[in-house]
């Protein structure tokens, strides 16, 4: 038996084409009309989910498809949202771009910049105020019936995120808007990854602090009357050879044994917390160092301790940043809001936007992260070869 698959609504038209038929009569019967209109109705409501539910499944399918290919799907909201920016021919004024939108720039973010994912980089959404709890006071020992109250209220501080502003400046193309939706949300979230990107790990690394509206970065000190200066060397890494490798382990010894206390000499479990960042010209030195070759002939990079290595332009060269994971607050909060930018440029075929989202890092204290010199070196040799 030869399946026909309705999806012409062949039946509804059927019905139509009856009812149509009564109408233009000369003489007309009011009951036969009104089941003619009836059964024309419910062919509409039968055919129609029969269409709208077979074009679902192959939207689905084709979904699927592209997704499993690396595609980008949009949500319904997304394509609705990005649907009303190709309509309008551009972004409404304090428009807030789809929260599903806004995740995967999030996680874009922190899966293209690997020391925001090692830093812990957080996304709040909508929260810009949050309470943090410090898990060495909650909690009291006393009678078993006896007062609690107040006993751990000094466990808890409360967080405000919205005291900073991140402005990205995001440049649409005419052109783009009539490629769809999918490629103008593709060509949005781009646009903030590259743009945020620069500035979290500016502020993260080398922010001047709230008085120049900026993140206290993690290699700036904050003094008792909240002045933000720059860290001082804790000394110097050379990552030097030996023959089982004494002066690496001696080296990062030091760093760990310094960060194990907090600003107030206070002992924390640091192993496996311990983060390293070297600018990306560094990094071939370091890994250059901490390189070995295993028995089945690959060469692996490690360094003693299970210290993560990360890399940041933002870094000096010749500098390495040491943090303790977990000890640093940096997050995102707010929603992505964009606005027209309202100054004269000279940009043909273009739009030019400003898209603002709440941002702050600190952190907890002047010993979350240290600062050492690297004097990293190598000897050639005549022949070419590279010697300790």
């Known amino acids: 038996m030869t399946m026909e698959l ?3 609504m062949d039946n509804f038209k059927a019905k139509k084409e009856a009812y149509m038929d009564l109408v233009k009569a000369e003489e007309q019967d009011a009951e036969k009309l009104s089941n003619a209109w009836e059964e024309m109705q419910n062919a509409l409501a039968e055919d129609l989910t029969e269409k709208i539910t077979a074009e679902v499944r192959t939207q689905q399918m084709d979904d699927h498809i592209l997704s499993a290919r690396g595609q980008n799907v949009l949500t319904s909201e997304e394509k609705k949202f990005f649907n009303e920016v190709i309509i309008s021919e551009g972004f409404d004024e304090d428009s807030i771009l789809p929260v599903t939108t806004q995740e995967r720039v999030f996680e874009d ?5 690997p020391l925001l994912e090692a830093i812990g980089l957080q996304d709040l959404g909508a929260v810009t105020r949050f309470i943090k709890s410090d898990p060495t006071k909650a909690y009291a020992w006393g009678k078993l019936f006896g007062e609690i109250k107040g006993q ?3 466990a808890f501080t409360e967080e405000e995120i919205g005291q900073l502003k991140l402005t990205a400046f995001a440049v649409m193309p005419k052109d783009m808007l009539a490629l769809g939706p999918v490629w103008v949300e593709r060509y949005v979230r781009t646009v903030l990854v590259e743009s ?8 993260f690394v080398n922010g001047r602090g709230p008085s120049q509206n900026e993140p206290i970065g993690l290699m700036k000190n904050v003094s008792e009357n909240g002045a933000v200066t ?6 110097t890494l050379t990552f030097a050879p030996s023959e089982k490798g004494e002066v690496v382990a001696g080296e990062l010894h030091d760093v760990i044994k310094a960060l194990s206390t907090d600003a107030k000499d206070k002992a924390r479990k640091v192993m496996n917390k311990i983060v390293m960042i070297v600018n990306p ?10 390189t070995i070759q295993t028995p089945n002939g690959q060469w692996v990079m490690s360094l003693p301790y299970n210290i993560k290595p990360t890399e940041s332009e933002e870094v000096p060269v010749g500098k390495a940043v040491f943090f303790v ?17 309202d100054q004269t440029l000279a940009i043909e075929d273009a739009i030019l936007y400003t898209i603002k989202q709440f941002a702050n890092g600190k952190p907890e204290d002047n010993k979350t992260a240290l600062v050492y010199d690297l004097n990293i070196t190598f000897n050639t040799s005549g022949s070419g070869g590279v010697e300790g």
């Open 6 to 8: 309705k999806g012409k």
């Open 325 to 341: 994971k977990g000890k640093y607050l940096a997050a995102l909060a707010g929603g992505y809001k964009t606005n027209k930018y």
């Open 230 to 235: 720059d860290k001082e060397s804790s000394g």
């Open 281 to 290: 010209i560094d990094a071939i030195s370091v890994q250059a160092r901490n």
């Open 196 to 203: 945020y990107s620069v500035g979290l790990e500016y502020g």
């Open 152 to 154: 751990i209220s000094s």
């Open 109 to 113: 973010l922190v899966e293209a910049h």
